[in-house]
Each structure stands twice: as structure tokens, then as C-alpha cells.
């Protein structure tokens, strides 16, 4: 099992009317960050071996609650960039189950903790 703590993906729900320029930005900056946060965290589970597809759950400390399916949605940023670092070979079904999520209210400190566990190891406990 690996546990990252990344940073919070914008809340994107409501985002029909902007620009598509202003969310390439924004979705740029979040990579920045987040393959930061991932590569600081990478000495605590370098030596990690999954058996795929991998099962994806953890908890996102939001200023306020969301609904269940935009709280989906809203991981989507981070799967990315997990594949960009290299820590999953993809994010298609091959690789990776639907995520299980939850919530939390944290306003002073915003945030995704994420579990990656091998499948086979997520249905035992």
C-alpha cells in the first residue's frame, strides 16, 4: 500500500462558462504542484510493486461538501498526474478500479489523501 497526501484538484462542477485557456492553466498548475508533492513523497514508497489494476481510495478535505459524483470527477486531475510521475502505467480500467472516496470538512488545511493498493490486497482487508 502506498499513501500519498497531494494537494486539493480545483472543484471543477461549475466551471461550464470558463475559458478553455484559463483551465489548460489551471490544470497545468495543479500538474506542477502535484508531481512536486509526488516527487518529495516518492523516498517512502520507492520500492512499491502493484498488482494492476490498482485500487484508489482516500479522503479529500474540502472547504464543503460535495456531491458524490463531482467528488469523482474531482480526482480525475490527480489519477493524471500519476501517470505523468510514472506511478501508474495508465488510467484506463486495465490499470486502475473506480476510485473510493470520502469527505471530510478541513478549512484550514485543503487536501487529497490518497491509498494505492494492489487489488487483490484491498479485497483481504
Not at 55 to 69: C, E
Not at 92 to 110: F, G, K, M
Request: include cysteine; charge should be positive.
Amino acid at each position: 500500500m502506498v499513501e500519498l497526501r497531494l494537494p486539493l484538484p480545483p472543484n471543477r462542477a461549475n466551471a461550464r462558462g470558463s475559458h478553455w485557456a484559463s483551465t489548460h492553466q489551471s490544470r497545468t498548475v495543479y500538474y506542477q504542484w502535484c508531481l512536486v508533492e509526488i516527487q518529495n513523497q516518492r523516498s517512502r514508497w520507492r520500492d512499491a510493486v502493484f498488482a494492476f489494476p490498482v485500487a484508489i481510495s482516500g479522503t479529500l478535505y474540502v472547504r464543503n461538501l460535495m456531491d458524490p459524483d463531482n467528488v469523482v470527477a474531482r480526482v480525475k486531475w490527480p489519477i493524471d498526474c500519476l501517470v505523468i510521475a510514472g506511478v501508474l502505467p495508465g488510467d484506463t480500467r486495465s490499470y486502475v478500479e473506480t476510485p473510493v472516496l470520502a469527505q471530510e470538512i478541513d478549512r484550514l488545511d485543503p487536501r487529497f489523501a490518497l491509498r494505492l493498493t494492489s487489488a487483490g490486497e484491498a479485497a483481504v482487508k
